[in-house]
Antibody, heavy 119, light 107 residues
Framework: QVQLQESGPGLVKPSETLSLTCTVS????????WSWIRQSPGKGLEWIGYIYYSGTNYNPSLKSRVTMSVDTSKNQFSLKLSSVTAADTAVYYC??????????????WGQGTLVTVSS | DIQMTQSPSSVSASIGDRVTITCRASQGISSWLAWYQQKPGKAPKLLIF???SLQSGVPSRFSGSGSGTDFTLTISSLQPEDFATYYC?????????FGGGTKVEIK
């Protein structure tokens, strides 16, 4: 059974870079599309983007500030969001689609990590 | 971006009630729609994909229908564990987008 676990600082200062890692167990990270989704009281659920073995796809609203990467040796993928403001305060989830790749339907989620942007 | 509008934003219901939640897309998305259930402090859980396909392990009292722009999630007989917030998500066009949620509360 695939499991995902987010990790990273829970507090980030304004204008700095938010960095999170998602560790995948129970399956190889070399397949599938690995996504980040966030949830804030003000904007609800927001898709940030995904990374797969040969590329990325980011939400245009965040594209200028987002970088995703994969470390296959550690079975991890990461999110960096630069120049953060209070509006980036949210619970951040890593997620993966269904095993049959029938579409971008998220069957596997991490437990979520709250990131607060504050000085 | 495709806007996903859910209604109602909240609904009060009793155990055993039939509950229907609606999701409307701002443009046609064929059947590229999912429904999720979320409980406080937990990640969303996939219930329905491709508008009407039941995710493995999800009780059959949950069903989905619709195509194009109008979709429905139905809970045929509400159970205590079903009190939660429900979200739709379109998977037709990037960026993927979610509805604002419908909270199902105890009457």
């Amino acid at each position: 059974q695939v499991q995902l676990q987010e990790s990273g600082p829970g507090l980030v200062k304004p204008s700095e870079t938010l960095s999170l890692t998602c560790t995948v167990s129970g399956g190889s990270i070399s397949s599938y599309y690995w996504s980040w989704i966030r949830q804030s009281p003000g904007k609800g659920l927001e898709w940030i983007g995904y990374i797969y073995y040969s590329g990325t796809n980011y939400n245009p609203s965040l594209k200028s500030r987002v970088t995703m990467s994969v470390d296959t040796s550690k079975n991890q993928f990461s999110l960096k969001l630069s120049s953060v403001t209070a509006a980036d305060t949210a619970v951040y989830y890593c997620a993966r689609e269904r095993a049959d790749s029938s579409g971008y339907y998220y069957a596997y989620w991490g437990q979520g990590t709250l990131v607060t942007v504050s000085s | 971006d495709i806007q996903m509008t859910q209604s109602p934003s909240s609904v009060s219901a009793s155990i055993g009630d039939r509950v229907t939640i609606t999701c409307r897309a701002s443009q046609g998305i064929s059947s590229w729609l999912a429904w999720y259930q979320q409980k406080p402090g937990k990640a969303p859980k996939l219930l329905i994909f491709a508008a009407s396909s039941l995710q493995s392990g999800v009780p059959s009292r949950f069903s989905g229908s619709g195509s194009g722009t109008d979709f429905t999630l139905t809970i045929s007989s509400l159970q205590p564990e079903d009190f939660a917030t429900y979200y739709c998500q379109q998977a037709n066009t990037f960026p993927l987008t979610f509805g604002g949620g419908t909270k199902v509360e105890i009457k």
